[in-house]
């Protein structure tokens, strides 16, 4: 069941439907999910060779009414739909809008960036002077339908359980060699994964985020030969593969040959275990860590 449905545009029109509203109730949704994968055919024999396969572009259909008392209204209403699909290629958008969808069971809205599949269709039928149905098209480049509340959580930073005091003065600075990692678990509510954005806070020099899945494996993503200073924040966003430090400078080849990870969904009530560590690492340095839970339905 469908509660509720809002789409904004880009320009900011609300078009807002469910099956309890006088101007847009909605008949029926479906969506459908392309599938691709790297198909190749075996020589001179039955089948193919088996490869990955991953999920293309989310298709969205919704057909739904307009339902007003006069012609006027009706008019009133139909253009005020079609207004609020209107491509805007100069304002140097690639999404249409933005669909939120409540469903009865689920508990937050789900969102997702979407642009036009084809134009709304909105026959007119003679002797109905006052309603008309409609169906609209919407394509989202991500299959994925995410929680619209973020969520976020820092990992504290690391800290030194052992090693040895002197009571000498050394001439030479010693990197904290034994620093131990502090460890946070992070819950993706969802049942597919999601990419978060981490933001590094300095000083650390070689920073690393390490992520410990449901398997006990570890990936971690590595800033080798980098040092983030204490003035320095670092914004490392894991779905777009990007690292900008200071909103401009772009770090991203400090990380090669790391595993660009995500969120996975709870695994037998195993959630995701997210580290910071680092060479050297000074006190108030800190990772805050930002993402959204992830559906597919």
């Not at 809002?6 to 078009?15: C, D, L, P, R, Y």
């Not at 460890?183 to 969802?190: K, M, P, Q, R």
């Not at 040959?257 to 995701?272: F, K, M, Q, T």
Request: hydrophobic letters at 40%; one cysteine or more; a negative charge.
């Amino acid at each position: 069941m469908i509660e509720n449905w809002k789409f904004t545009s880009v320009t900011g029109e609300v078009i807002v439907m469910n099956t309890d509203t006088i101007d847009y109730p909605i008949h029926e949704m479906t969506t459908e999910i392309e599938v691709r994968g790297a198909r190749r055919n075996k020589s001179q024999q039955h089948g193919s060779w088996p490869g990955f396969q991953y999920l293309g572009t989310r298709i969205f259909h919704w057909t739904g009414a307009i339902v007003e008392d006069s012609s006027a209204e009706y008019w009133a209403q139909r253009l005020k739909l079609v207004k609020a699909f209107l491509p805007h290629p100069h304002l140097n958008k690639k999404v249409a809008g933005t669909l939120e969808v409540e469903y009865t069971g689920i508990g937050e809205p789900l969102i997702c960036d979407c642009k036009l599949d084809g134009w709304p269709e909105l026959p007119i039928i003679a002797g109905f002077v006052s309603t008309g149905d409609f169906l609209i098209n919407l394509a989202a480049d991500d299959p994925r339908l995410y929680g619209i509340e973020r969520s976020s959580n820092s990992v504290a930073p690391p800290v030194s359980d052992y090693g040895v005091t002197f009571d000498r003065t050394f001439d030479t600075t010693f990197p904290n060699a034994n620093i131990q990692p502090q460890d946070v678990l992070i819950t993706n509510s969802g049942n597919i994964e999601t990419y978060p954005t981490v933001v590094i806070v300095g000083h650390a020099v070689n920073p690393r985020v390490v992520l410990t899945r449901y398997d006990g494996k570890q990936l971690t993503v590595e800033f080798s030969g980098l040092t983030v200073t204490a003035a320095d924040e670092l914004v490392v966003d894991f779905a777009k593969r990007t690292a900008i430090m200071n909103t401009d400078v772009d770090v991203y080849g400090y990380t090669i040959g790391s595993d660009w990870w995500a969120l996975e969904p709870r695994v037998n009530g195993v959630d995701n275990i997210v580290s910071y560590r680092a060479t050297d690492i000074q006190p108030g340095s800190n990772i805050d860590i930002f993402w959204r839970n992830a559906y597919m339905i």
